[in-house]
Structures are given as structure tokens and as C-alpha cells.
């Protein structure tokens, strides 16, 4: 009787473990080489939330995360200090491994799920195209180079890495690994046109695909600030809390710059912004910054020791995070040049771009 009690108590702590083990909604393990920071950050997302996780690899490279809430899609890693990052496909119960060289993130692979898997075939196909790439953005970074050769070697891979993808798409349009090939290689934020007959060949089983979602929804941000198109309106309040928007700047031509602090080429001079506030009068032409930095007091510091009075919005209550969803921007600096009827005429990352129309613009 005593033995069968403990065969009992044997399997119920099976069942318990293997209920646990079951718990895990989500679960990925890593053994990754050369990484040096054994800090990771994990950003679970779904459609309607993200959540923050932080790992600590007490062993190099490796490291095991569980999360037991349902409804991810996807999870990004990021490595040594957010300078490289890495995305996982997330299938309920399925165990993922991550592996590979984390020098090289393009490269790593994640086995476990079909979407995990398709990738990482994909990726082993495109490995040397890869590997060149990244090389080549290292090399860049030196100043010893020849910035022109690189330039132009990186450009034909880029080019490789695009005719491959777009290869591969047309080949398996059932596939949702298509849809990822046609988020990293063959969107073109200027021209939306290719993206859209892609997006319409995909077979129909794939229409409900979350990524062809978000496709679909960024074609429709892209198309509201081509070129031609009438600027999306607004209303923001400037540091000085004043309400601004494009209304507020009747029959005259609108230079919407977005910018922000810790990014080195986003400087007014940097951007010619100065020199453009000199040259052309207010009657003819108005600024307006728009900064990713929430610290409106400390910038009404700065401003105080500047010439130029600018019309500066921030991200306080958010009014920056919306403009850049509404102009669809994915890069900073952005700068939009909109004329005396509101349309926009320009996109540029630097002020010399747009001094150089304005100059033919405005006498």
C-alpha cells in the first residue's frame, strides 16, 4: 500500500511538471557566440501591446525566456546595448533556438514554428549576401576608407539582396515568409506601387496574416505624404504653447522638419535650417520642428540663447509620436517642404535639398 502511495506521489509530480512545463505560453532558448554585453532586451508584440523583458546571460550566450501570456506575435531581441537586434516568430507551445553569430544578426537563426523555419532556409540561401552586407557597414564606420567604393559595393549587394527577394516572393506567394522578404528588402517608402502588386499576388489564405495587415495600413500612411499629395492637417501646441497647424500659415510655403535630439544630423545648422530662416522671409516661408524629446523646459533654455524664435513641437502629451505616425516617418532627419496650397513638393533629409528648392521657389 505504501509503494503504490509513492508511485501516486510520483506520477502527480510528473503531471505537476509537465503542467508547468505547459504553462509556457511562449519559450525561446539562445546559445548565441560573441556576444560580448550579456545583456538582452526582449520586446514581445502583438497588435495591441508590447511588452519589455530584460535577460541576463549568466552563461555566454545563452539564455532561456518563458512568457505564459497568449495573443504575441512576434518577439525582437536586442543585443549590446540596442545596437543590433533580431525578430522571432512566436507560435503558441512551440519551442524556438536561437542561434548563431550575434557580430553578424542577419545572420542568426530560429528554428521552431514553419515561419521561423521558412526564414532561416531563406537566410542560409542569402548568407553571403549578408554577411557582405554587414561587413560592409563595419568597414564604412573606419575612417580609412574609401567611402565612394563602399558605397557602391553596398549598393550592388543591396541590389542582389532585392532581385533574391523579390524572386523568392513571386515563387511563394503562399508563404508567409514572403510577406517578411517584402517588409525587410522590397518596400520603398517614395513609390508604393511595387509594394501594392505584391501584396496582391499573395495568395488569399495569407490575407489575415498580421504582417500583411501592417503592409497594407503602411502603403495607405505612404500614399498620404507623396509626393503631390494635399498634407495631412494637425493641430499641436509649439513650446511656447501656442496652437499651430498648417492652417496657421496661409499662402505661404511650410518646411515641416522632423528632428531629434540625439540624433547628430537632426542639428538646425546641420540642416541649413538657420541659414534658410535668414535667407527667405517669414511672409514667404515658415518652419516648424518637430522633436522627439519631452523635456519642453530644458529646450525653452536652450531656445533663450538661440537668434531664431522656432516653432518647436515636442513629444509632450505625444503631439510629436502622432505627427510622426501621420507623415509616416521612418528615418530622422525628415524634412517636408509644402507649398502656398498645401501640398507637399519635397521630401529630403537634409536642408541643402530644400535650400536648393526653395531657391527656384521663392525670389
Not at 509537465?18 to 554585453?37: F, M, P
Not at 511672409?283 to 540663447?305: A, F, G, I, P
Not at 537668434?307 to 513629444?315: A, M
Not at 517636408?336 to 525670389?363: P, R, S, T, Y
Amino acid at each position: 500500500m505504501v509503494f503504490m502511495k509513492e508511485i501516486l506521489l510520483i506520477i502527480s509530480l510528473i503531471l505537476c511538471f509537465s503542467s508547468c512545463e505547459g504553462d509556457a505560453g511562449y519559450r525561446i532558448e539562445g546559445k548565441l557566440t560573441n556576444l560580448e554585453d550579456p545583456l538582452i532586451y526582449a520586446v514581445f508584440e502583438s497588435e495591441d501591446r508590447n511588452l519589455i523583458d530584460t535577460i541576463i546571460c549568466h552563461k555566454p550566450g545563452q539564455f532561456k525566456i518563458e512568457k505564459k501570456q497568449d495573443g504575441f506575435n512576434q518577439v525582437t531581441f536586442f543585443f549590446e546595448g540596442r545596437t543590433s537586434w533580431f525578430t522571432v516568430y512566436l507560435e503558441p507551445k512551440v519551442k524556438v533556438k536561437l542561434t548563431g553569430d550575434v557580430q553578424h544578426p542577419a545572420l542568426l537563426q530560429a528554428k521552431g514554428g514553419s515561419l521561423n523555419n521558412e526564414l532561416s532556409a531563406v537566410r542560409k540561401k542569402l548568407a553571403p549576401l549578408l554577411k557582405e552586407q554587414a561587413d560592409l557597414l563595419h568597414i564604412q564606420e573606419s575612417e580609412s576608407v574609401d567611402v565612394n567604393d563602399i558605397m557602391s559595393r553596398l549598393a550592388n549587394v543591396n541590389h542582389q539582396l532585392y532581385e533574391q527577394a523579390l524572386n523568392y516572393v513571386k515563387e511563394h506567394t503562399d508563404e508567409a515568409a514572403s510577406v517578411v522578404l517584402i517588409k525587410t528588402f522590397l518596400v520603398n517608402a517614395e513609390d508604393t506601387r511595387q509594394l501594392d502588386e505584391l501584396l496582391i499576388m499573395l495568395a488569399p489564405e495569407l490575407k489575415d496574416f498580421y504582417l500583411l495587415k501592417e503592409l497594407e495600413q503602411y502603403s495607405e500612411r505612404a500614399k498620404r505624404t507623396a509626393l503631390g499629395a494635399e498634407a495631412p492637417n494637425f493641430t499641436v501646441k509649439n513650446i511656447y504653447g501656442e496652437t499651430l497647424s498648417l492652417d496657421s500659415f496661409p499662402q505661404k510655403y511650410v518646411l515641416l522638419t522632423f528632428t531629434a535630439p540625439w540624433c547628430d544630423m537632426c542639428q538646425t545648422d546641420e540642416l541649413y535650417l538657420d541659414e534658410i530662416d535668414r535667407t527667405y522671409p517669414k511672409e514667404k516661408l515658415e518652419q516648424l520642428l518637430v522633436s522627439l524629446d519631452d523635456n519642453m523646459t530644458e529646450l525653452r533654455e536652450v531656445m533663450k540663447n538661440d537668434s531664431i524664435r522656432w516653432n518647436l513641437v515636442t513629444d509632450s502629451a505625444g503631439q510629436a509620436t502622432r505627427l510622426v505616425d501621420l507623415y509616416n516617418v521612418n528615418a530622422l532627419p525628415r524634412c517636408f517642404l509644402i507649398d502656398e496650397e498645401g501640398k507637399i513638393i519635397l521630401k529630403a533629409e537634409n536642408g541643402m535639398e530644400i535650400k536648393h528648392a526653395l531657391d527656384n521657389l521663392i525670389e
